[in-house]
DNA sequence: GTTGGTTGCCTGACAAAGTTATATACGCTG
DNA sequence: CAGCGTATATAACTTTGTCAGGCAACCAAC
C-alpha cells in the first residue's frame, strides 16, 4: 500500500517540523530572537542545520509557524479561562493576552513585533483571521457579550479594538520597561477597566462602514 | 588656548555623530530596519566601518540615537500643527503620531518596536520622560485640556494611555498589514475619537494610586 | 534481485554581518 | 623638533543565512 506508506512519510515529516517548531519556540524564550539561529535549532534537534532546510523554505517560513503556533497556545490558554458572565469572559481574554505577553516577553516580540509583509506561500488575508484561533475566540466572547446586551455594536470592530489597546498596552511595557507605567498588571488592569467601560457606552459601527468624509 | 580648540573638536564630534544619525536614519526609510548596517553606514558617510566606533558604542548605541532623534522629529512635527481648541490641538498630536508612523513605517519600527531592554549608557528613567519631547507636547496638550475642563483627572496618565492606544493602532497597521482593518486613516480616526470621547466621559487617576485590591 | 530514480540528510563553502586587534597618520604639547 | 595621543584605516575573526553538491537508503520495475 503505496498511501499508507506515503502517509507514514507525512507523519513523520509533520512531526519533526512541529519538533522544530517546539524547539524553537524554546530557544526564543530562553535566549531571546536572536538566539533564534538555524544553527542552534539544527543542533537541538540533532541534526544538521541544512536538514532545517528539508521543512521550512527559510528563516521568515520558520518565524511564520512559530506565530501560529504562538496563536493556538494563547487560544487553548485562553479557552482555559472560561466564564458564565459573558463580561467577565471577556476580561479573561485580555488577562491571558496580556499574561501571555508579558511572561513570554521575547515571544511576543517575535510573533506580534516582527516584520509581516510577506505571507506564507498560499494563505490569503482572510486566513489570517479564519486561522487565528485567538482572534476567533475573542471574536466569539464579544459576540456573547452583544448577545448578553452588555456591549453594542459590530463584534469584529469591538473585538478588533480591544486587540489594539492590549497589543499597545503590553507592547510598550516590553518595549519600554523603564518608562513609569506603575505595575504592569496594575496598569493591563487600567486598561481593561478603562476598554471595557467604555466600549459598553457606545455603539461601535463596522470597520468598512466608517464615514469618509472629514 | 586648549579650551577652544578642544570645543572645536567636541563640535565636530557631535557634527559628525548627527551627520551619521542622519545617515541611518535615510538608510532605514530607504531600506528597513536590516539596510542599516555598519558598513553602509560608514560607506555612505565616506569612512571605514570601523570609524562608525569612534562615535557610537556598539549598534545598540546607534538606535537609541536614532530613537533620539525620531522622537524630536516627531515632537517638531507636532508643534507645526497647534489649535486654539484644546482638543484639537491633542488630536493633532494623535493624527501626527500616526502619520508620522504609517509614513516611516521602517523607522516607526526600528525606533518604537526593537528591544529597549538596555538603556544608553548614563541615562536614568526619568531621562526617557524627560528627554522625550514628544511626550512631554503631549502631556502638556494634555493639561490644556484638563484646565479647559475638557478632560479630568492626572495629565500624565491620560497621555500614557493616548500614547498606549496610538502606538498599538500604529504598530497593530504595520505588523498586520493584511488584516481587514479597512482604511488605514480611517482606523486611526476611529480610535481617536473613541479614546477622546471615551476619556472625556471618566475621571483618570494617577498611575501610581491605583487599586491594589482585585 | 538488480537497477535506476527519488528522497532525506550531511559536508563544505560563500557572502555579509558585527566586532576586535593592530597599524598608520595627523595635530597638539613640551 | 621630539613625543604622544587621538582619530582613522586595514585586516582578521566569528557568526549568521543560504547555495551547491554528495552520499546513502528506500521504492518501483524488469
Redesign the interface.
Known amino acids: 500500500m503505496p498511501l499508507s506508506v506515503q502517509r507514514r512519510r507525512e507523519k513523520q515529516k509533520a512531526e519533526l517540523r512541529s519538533e522544530l517548531v517546539d524547539a524553537a519556540h524554546k530557544l526564543v524564550q530562553e535566549e531571546?530572537?536572536e538566539g533564534l539561529t538555524i544553527r542552534k535549532l539544527a543542533k537541538r534537534v540533532g541534526y544538521a542545520p541544512m536538514s532545517v532546510y528539508s521543512y521550512f523554505a527559510d528563516k521568515q517560513d520558520i518565524l511564520f509557524a512559530l506565530a501560529e503556533d504562538a496563536f493556538e497556545t494563547l487560544a487553548r490558554r485562553i479557552e482555559e479561562h472560561p466564564s458564565d458572565d459573558p463580561v467577565e469572559a471577556l476580561r479573561a481574554v485580555m488577562t491571558e493576552y496580556a499574561a501571555f505577553g508579558l511572561g513570554n516577553p521575547n515571544e511576543y516580540?517575535t510573533v506580534?513585533?516582527?516584520?509581516?509583509?510577506r505571507?506564507p506561500e498560499g494563505r490569503s488575508?482572510e486566513d489570517?483571521?479564519e486561522g487565528n484561533p485567538a482572534m476567533k475566540v475573542l471574536i466569539r466572547r464579544v459576540e456573547a457579550c452583544v448577545a448578553a446586551g452588555k456591549l453594542k455594536g459590530d463584534p469584529r470592530a469591538i473585538a478588533?479594538?480591544l486587540?489594539?489597546?492590549?497589543?499597545?498596552?503590553i507592547?510598550?511595557l516590553i518595549?519600554?520597561?523603564?518608562?513609569?507605567?506603575?505595575?504592569p498588571q496594575?496598569?493591563v488592569?487600567?486598561?481593561c477597566d478603562?476598554m471595557l467601560?467604555?466600549l459598553s457606552?457606545?455603539d461601535i459601527p463596522s470597520?468598512?462602514e466608517?464615514p469618509?468624509h472629514?
Open positions: 531571546g530572537y516580540r506580534f513585533m516582527t516584520e509581516k509583509t505571507l488575508y489570517m483571521e478588533t479594538m486587540w489594539t489597546v492590549g497589543h499597545g498596552t507592547s510598550l518595549t519600554f520597561p523603564f518608562y513609569p507605567f506603575g505595575d496594575a496598569y488592569k487600567r486598561m478603562f467601560a467604555s457606552a457606545q470597520l468598512t466608517t469618509l472629514c
